[in-house]
């Protein structure tokens, strides 16, 4: 029993490293998403969630290649021909476009997960 307790330790110690080693460069806000849309005219979105749930309340960015995140390794050669512009990936709340920037990044795509997701970029467009 003293073992299994020391290797759950370990993981929840070795999880929280990988978390808080995360690549601060690899993530950007709704902000910083928006003056992108403004000012790099060759900018891809990328949206990770399922094609439902661009139909939803949260509805979708203008303009977006949809690719579910479950099928992104399959799909990636479809990104190929994007692969020297600046991808901004977003899902719902930014957890699966995380996974998401993380393959676009180990196939040697420049993205950055959109903090927040549509959930915080929906927030951002309503008035107060």
Not at 31 to 45: F, G, H, P, T, Y
Not at 47 to 57: A, S
Not at 74 to 80: A, G, P, Q, T, Y
């Amino acid at each position: 029993m003293n073992i299994i307790k020391k290797v759950i330790l370990a993981l929840i110690l070795f999880l929280n490293l990988t978390v808080c080693a995360q690549d601060k460069t690899a993530v950007m806000t709704v902000s910083e998403l928006k003056d992108a849309q403004k000012n790099d005219k060759s900018l891809v979105i990328l949206d990770v969630r399922t094609p439902q749930e661009l139909k939803g309340p949260l509805g979708q960015i203008d303009g977006v290649i949809n690719i579910p995140v479950q099928e992104l390794e399959s799909r990636i050669k479809e990104l190929e021909k994007y692969k020297d512009k600046n991808i901004a990936v977003i899902c719902r709340s930014g957890n699966r476009s995380a996974v998401a920037q993380k393959i676009l990044k180990e196939h040697g795509y420049k993205s950055r997960n959109v903090s927040g997701g549509m959930i915080e970029y929906v927030k951002s467009t309503v008035k107060k």
